[in-house]
């Protein structure tokens, strides 16, 4: 009979003969691998980052007008230090109402791998269906306004505004919003609710929450369909990786478009896209054993 391999030159120590459980750990057959968030979780970080937000900003610009002499609230500067602090306070509310439940962790919000080629496929295929929504819809409202995101964060003005611009648009944005809406926000919906009505809710919050100013409400529902697809693409791939990419992709080309800039754009989304790439490989997944063998093979 063979004799148990025991030391640190099997992989664990003398105290441990066997190798310690996978983290995460393997879920029973058919077991949800995802948190059971309460419904209401999302609505709820959704108030507390808005709130949060709206009140550090208030301090921050009362700071900056001490500071400065003079209210500096329209400045570049300060429009991109206020959209960084509303970026993270939202991902911090999520993971404020994730704490009650259990411990965050990077695999609760979709931060994990998935099939590559099959990713690939299902966001093509989306985008794409959503460029044609968006090629009808213009064609029949034909909607007049558009997001002045560019000219308030002062990309056109200076090279570092530009730079740091597009790092907040292409990379923090589509990290932080797909990380609220779709990792957490549509997550908890979904542990009371189905696929459409979770990523309709989503969708029409994701919209609402880029209102600009009268001009831009008929662009909206483009917003709110851009939303509800990613939904659905998150559902169908298992990664939230699969949306920051065309959450990027699509910031991207806007961002290239209005600032006449292509090629800063497209360095940015290089390096946003191979971080997806490397994250997606490193970091733990939590699915059901039998998904877990087809991702594998």
């Known amino acids: 009979m063979q004799q148990p391999q025991y030391g640190p030159q099997y992989g664990h120590g003398y105290a441990f003969p066997h190798p310690p459980p996978p983290d995460p750990p393997e879920l029973p057959e058919g077991a949800s691998p995802y948190p059971g968030w309460p419904a209401w979780y999302g609505p709820a970080a959704m108030g507390l980052g808005l709130g949060a937000s709206f009140v550090l900003i208030v301090i921050f610009g009362i700071i900056a007008g001490i500071v400065g002499g003079h209210p500096h609230t329209s400045s570049p500067a300060f429009v991109q230090i206020a959209t960084l602090v509303q970026d993270a306070v939202f991902v911090g509310a999520a993971l404020v109402l994730a704490a009650r439940t ?121 917003l709110g369909v851009l939303g509800f697809i990613f939904c659905l693409v998150y559902e169908r791939t298992g990664t939230l990786f699969s949306t920051i990419g065309l959450h990027a992709i699509n910031n991207s080309l806007a961002y290239g478009v209005e600032t006449h800039r292509g090629g800063v754009a497209a360095i940015v989304l290089a390096v946003l896209l191979s971080g997806c790439l490397v994250a997606a490989r490193t970091l733990p997944s939590r699915v059901p054993r039998s998904r877990r063998a087809a991702l594998a093979a």
């Open 102 to 222: 259990a411990r965050p962790r990077t695999w609760q919000f979709g931060l994990g791998g998935a099939r590559f080629w099959s990713t690939i496929g299902w966001m093509a295929l989306a985008y794409v269906g959503f460029v044609i929504f968006e090629i009808v819809y213009s064609a029949a409202i034909k909607p007049s306004g558009k997001q002045n995101i560019v000219q308030e964060l002062g990309a056109r003005h200076s090279t570092l505004a530009l730079v740091t611009g597009a790092v907040l648009v292409i990379v923090i944005a589509p990290v932080a919003e797909e990380f609220f809406f779709r990792g957490f926000f549509y997550r908890s919906l979904r542990t009371r609710m189905g696929v459409v009505p979770s990523a309709v809710i989503v969708g029409v919050v994701f919209g609402a929450i880029h209102y600009d100013s009268p001009k831009t409400a008929l662009i909206l529902p483009v």
